[in-house]
């Protein structure tokens, strides 16, 4: 299963609303450590697909849901499970530090 797009227009369905914990990746196109990340939050996804939902959220695009998490510097993690926020990660984060929280949670 490849990454949603997490839009405020899906936020509620995509997130809020799911069975399965929620792995959201705030990024932007102009950011060297996201583009680094990529690849990593692209291998969690498949690696875990069945087990967690994994969401991309473009801060330029979606300034909402950026505000609302209160992302100031990027990429960051954010797990969610029940509609509620777990655990954050800001910065780049090797793979394993990424599975490790979603292990722990």
Same mark, same amino acid.
């Given at each position: 299963? %490849?990454?949603? $797009?997490? $839009?405020?227009? @899906?936020?509620?369905?995509? !997130?809020?609303?799911?069975?399965? *914990? !929620? +792995?959201?990746?705030?990024?932007?196109?102009?950011? *060297?450590?996201?583009?680094?990340? %990529?690849?990593?939050? #692209?291998?969690? %996804? #498949?690696?875990?697909?069945?087990?967690?939902?994994?969401?991309?959220?473009?801060?330029?695009?979606?300034?909402?849901?950026? %505000?609302?998490?209160?992302? #100031?510097?990027? *990429? $960051?993690? !954010?797990?969610?499970? @029940?509609?509620?926020?777990?655990? $954050? +990660? !800001?910065?780049?984060?090797?793979?394993?530090?990424?599975?490790?929280? +979603?292990?722990?949670?």
């Amino acid at each position: 299963m %490849a990454e949603l $797009t997490i $839009t405020k227009n @899906n936020f509620e369905k995509e !997130v809020m609303k799911s069975e399965q *914990p !929620v +792995l959201l990746d705030f990024w932007a196109v102009w950011c *060297p450590p996201c583009r680094m990340l %990529a690849p990593v939050v #692209e291998q969690i %996804a #498949e690696e875990y697909e069945g087990r967690v939902k994994v969401g991309k959220v473009n801060v330029d695009e979606e300034r909402e849901l950026s %505000a609302m998490f209160r992302v #100031e510097n990027i *990429p $960051t993690i !954010v797990l969610m499970k @029940n509609g509620k926020v777990t655990d $954050t +990660l !800001v910065g780049y984060h090797p793979k394993e530090q990424l599975a490790a929280i +979603l292990e722990k949670n």
